[in-house]
């Protein structure tokens, strides 16, 4: 059987706990990888410049899928990319900068923040040691993929989030959120790599509140057992992994007979 696998990466391939892939989820893609019916996908939140996470394993999959949906690479070549219009990010900046808190701008090679501060610090935790660069500015000589908002108040946070209507947004575990039009998603970007895969069968697994879309697209749909987003996908078709902590996933696909 052909398919097509694709996997988030925080806290489905990589425990942010741990900071690292565990040995069952090593066994498992390496396991895929052998077979050259399937194809590999990541698909994740994070822009080019913060996949040095995955450095040791980046060689085992075909395609990467970033900033939500934004950017697809197919090996080292970029065949998809929407940009966030300068206007938008420059409104964003001014709004944060009114509230007294912090922005934040994906570009392809590295990402910048409007100023540095306590909410940040406390979002980035576990997420990379690696302080972002200060760059106000930094949208006018890069491309912007995708907006970053950070505060410690996770109810100030959704209230922000939502004062910005031309944004769709995807929040994280805990002290920042996502800022990406509503056209951008990992559903549409895998529907942009199965077009070259007609007849594949999809499987796709994540544990974030950007991953539910493309989970209720696949063919097999797994949800991470340690989401927070298990509510919100009751009405969707799926499969509960264990949480990333227990080390089962190889197991647990080769119980659901995916291997």
Known sequence: MKRVYVFDVDNTLRSTKQQRVLPQTVKLIETLRKNKDYVLVLATGRG??????????????????????AVVLKGDEIIYEDPIDDDDVKMVIEDTKERGISMGMVGFDKEAV?????????????YTSIKPLVDPEFYKENHVYQLWVFHKDQEELSKIA???????????HYGGV??????????????IVMKN????????????Q???????LADHGILMGNSRW????SDIKKLIAPHIEEDKLFDFFEENGLL
């Open 48 to 69: 080019p410049s913060k996949m040095d996470v995955l450095d040791e394993y980046r060689h085992l999959f075909d395609y990467l899928i970033m900033v939500n949906g």
């Open 114 to 126: 409007s100023l540095f501060d306590e909410h940040i610090e406390y979002a980035l935790k576990g």
């Open 162 to 172: 939502k004062s910005y209507p031309q944004f769709k947004h995807y929040f994280w």
């Open 178 to 191: 996502d800022l990406v039009y509503p056209r951008i998603s990992k559903e549409n970007a895998v529907k």
């Open 197 to 208: 895969y007609e007849g594949y069968e999809l499987i796709c697994v994540g544990d974030g």
């Open 210 to 216: 950007n991953d539910l879309e493309m989970i209720k």
């Open 230 to 233: 298990q509510d919100e996908a």
